[in-house]
């Protein structure tokens, strides 16, 4: 079993930077591969950006790319997401997913284990 806790959301400006940290906690997380999803209201859950569990394989959406950054530390057992340039159209609640797969995902279905979500707000 993985528990995870986002923290770090808020409401910042277009052009800004906020970064969303996710504590994971169970046996052996260290060893799942990581994804940062999105919703917003009336849309579907989206991949943002994921990571492997080594810290190398990363994955990012097209929205994001060369905005966003995943990262982890497993010394402390975190996921981080920094967002910079933010746009309005960012605004989402974001969520923190851990699967147990050999390679990183990119579909909902994939991810065993979910944050509670973290609120970005994005003003224009």
């Known amino acids: 079993q993985v528990q995870l806790v986002e923290s770090g959301g808020g409401l910042v400006q277009t052009g800004g930077s906020l970064r969303l940290s996710c504590a994971a906690s169970?046996?052996?997380?260290?060893?799942?591969?990581m994804g940062w999803f999105r919703q917003s209201p009336g849309k579907g859950r989206e991949i943002v950006a994921a990571?492997?569990?080594?810290?190398?394989?990363?994955y990012y959406a097209d929205s994001v790319e060369d905005r966003f950054t995943i990262s982890r530390d497993n010394a402390k057992n975190m996921v981080y997401l920094q967002m910079n340039s933010l746009k309005p159209e960012d605004t989402a609640v974001y969520y923190c997913?851990?699967?147990?797969?050999?390679?990183?995902?990119?579909?909902?279905?994939?991810?065993?284990?979910w944050g509670q979500g973290t609120q970005v707000t994005v003003s224009s």
């Open positions: 997913a851990a699967h147990g797969g050999v390679t990183i995902e990119t579909s909902v279905g994939a991810y065993n284990y």
């Open positions: 169970g046996r052996n997380v260290n060893t799942y591969n």
């Open positions: 990571v492997g569990w080594n810290g190398y394989n990363l």
